[in-house]
C-alpha cells in the first residue's frame, strides 16, 4: 500500500516530464551568397544530371542507384534503424504473454518430503496449469517515451544519411563520367597535334637532306615529336583510372563498363539557381542527419535521468492449474502485484551516464554547427568556381583562336623559308597547351556544376515522410 501511495506524487512529477526544447545552433545565417548573389532564385535539382545533355550518363545514375554496395549498406542500416524503433516503442504498451505448462512427479523411493506432491503411496502425480500474465512500467518521468523518441531520430538520420550516400554517389558518377570524357578529348587533341608534330619533322628532314635545314633543327622536332608521344600513354592511364572508378561507383567489376563515344563538347552545363542561404538548411540531407543525431541525444539525456529515478512496475497474472487436463479450466485465480524499485547506491553509475549523455548531446551540437557551415561553405566555393571559370572561358577562346593562328602564319613562313624552326616550335607547343587548357578548363566547369548541385542537396525533399511521429 505504500508503494501505491505514491501514485498521486508520482502522477504530479510525471507531468512536468515533457519533451525536451529544440537547441538552437546559434549560427547566423546570411542573407546573400557572397558569390553569385545576383541570382536569388531556387533552381529545380531534382534528377538534375539530366540537365548536361549526355543521355548516357542518365544510364549510369540507374546502375549506380541499383548496384551500389555502400548505397545497399546504406538501405540496411535504415531497416536496422526501423527495427531498433519498433523494439524502443514496444515498451510504451504492456507486455502480455501466455503459458501453459505440463508436469508428472513420481517418487522413485524413499517416504518423500513436504518440497514434493508425490509420496509413497502415488504412482505419480500430474500437473497442468495455465496463465495469462502482463507486464507494465510506468513511464512517470517520460524516460521509455523519450527513448522512443531517440530511436525516431535515429531512423530519420539513418534516412537522411541514405540520402547523402546516394547525393554522394550521383555526383561521384558524374565527375568520374566527365573525367572519362574529358581525358579522351584530350587523348584526341594530343594525336592531332603528334600527326602534325610528325608532319614538321618530315618537313624538317626533307630541308636538311636539300641542305636547307640542319641537324639541330631535325634534333628539336624529334624531340618535340617525343613529348607528344610520351604525353599519348599518360593521358590513356588516366582515363584507365577514371574508368575503374566509375567501375567502382556503379558496383560493377570493369569489364561490365562499355561507355559510348559521346564527344565532350555536346555536354553542357546548366544554369543552376541557387536560392537563398536560408533555403539551404532544408535542402541538404547531412543538415538533417545532424539535426536528427542531436535531437535523439536530446532524448537520451532524458533517458538517462529518468533512469535515476523511481520505477513503477505493474503486473497481473490470470492462472488455472489442476492435476487433470480435464480440469484445467475448473480451478482459476488472479494475482495482481505493483513494484517499486527506486535506485540508492550504484557507485556513480548512473550520474555517470547522463553525464556522458550530456557531453555526446554537446559533441553533436558542435557537429551540427559544423554541418551548417559545411553546407554554406560548399556551396560558396562553387559560387566561386563557376564564376571563376565562367570570367576565364571567354580569354581562353581568345587565347585559342590566337594560339591557332600564330601557328598556322609561322608554320607557312617556315615553308616559305621567311621563318625559323624555333619559331615554328614554340607557337607549336603554345597550341597544344592552349587546346589542353581548354578541355580542362571546360571540364572544371561541368564538375563546378556537378559540385554545386551536390552543394545544394541535389534535390533531397526534406518533407518528404520517414517515420512517424513520436506519441
Known sequence: ?????????????????????SLDS???????????????????????????????????????????????????????????????????LPEVNAQLGAGREKLLHGAGYS????????????TFTASLSASYEVDFWGGRRAAYRSALQSLKASEYDRATVELTLVAGVADAYLQVLALREQQRIARLNLENAEQVLRLVRSRREAGSATELEVAQQSG??????????????????????????????????????????SVLWPQIGAGLPSELLTRRPDIARAEAQLAAAQADVQVARAAMLPSLTLTANLSSGANHA???????????????????????RLGAERD?????????????????????????????????????????????????????LSDSRYQAGAETLLTVLDTQRTLYQAQDAAVQLRLARLQAAVGLFKALGGGWDAAAPLARNAP
Request: glycine share 8%; charged share 20%.
Open 224 to 265: 618535340l615529336v617525343a613529348a607528344q608521344q610520351r604525353q599519348l600513354p599518360l593521358l590513356q592511364q588516366q582515363e584507365r583510372d577514371a574508368q575503374v572508378t566509375l567501375a567502382t561507383l556503379l558496383g560493377e567489376p570493369l569489364p561490365a563498363l562499355k561507355l559510348g563515344g559521346q564527344p565532350f563538347d
Open 326 to 348: 480435464s480440469d484445467l479450466l475448473r480451478t482459476s485465480y488472479y494475482d495482481l502485484g505493483a513494484n517499486l524499485l527506486a535506485p540508492i547506491f550504484n557507485h556513480g
Open 356 to 408: 556522458r549523455r550530456l557531453a555526446l548531446q554537446r559533441e553533436l551540437l558542435e557537429n551540427y554547427r559544423k554541418a551548417i557551415l559545411g553546407a554554406f561553405a560548399d556551396t560558396e566555393r562553387s559560387l566561386n568556381g563557376i564564376d571563376g571559370i565562367d570570367r576565364q572561358l571567354h580569354w581562353q577562346q581568345q587565347e585559342l583562336e590566337q594560339a591557332q593562328r600564330a601557328f598556322e
Open 26 to 92: 546559434g549560427i547566423t545565417t546570411p542573407p546573400a551568397w557572397q558569390y553569385g548573389a545576383g541570382d536569388t532564385r531556387r533552381g529545380e535539382l531534382q534528377r538534375w544530371w539530366t540537365r548536361f545533355g549526355a543521355r548516357e550518363l542518365d544510364g549510369l545514375v540507374a546502375r549506380a542507384l541499383a548496384n551500389s554496395q555502400d548505397l545497399a549498406a546504406a538501405i540496411a542500416r535504415v531497416d536496422q534503424a526501423r527495427a531498433s524503433a519498433v523494439i524502443a516503442g514496444a515498451p510504451l
Open 115 to 126: 518440497g514434493i506432491d508425490a509420496s509413497e503411496d502415488d504412482e505419480a502425480v500430474d
Open 1 to 21: 500500500m505504500k508503494a501505491l501511495s505514491l501514485l498521486p506524487a508520482c502522477l504530479l512529477l510525471g507531468a512536468c516530464a515533457g519533451a525536451p526544447q
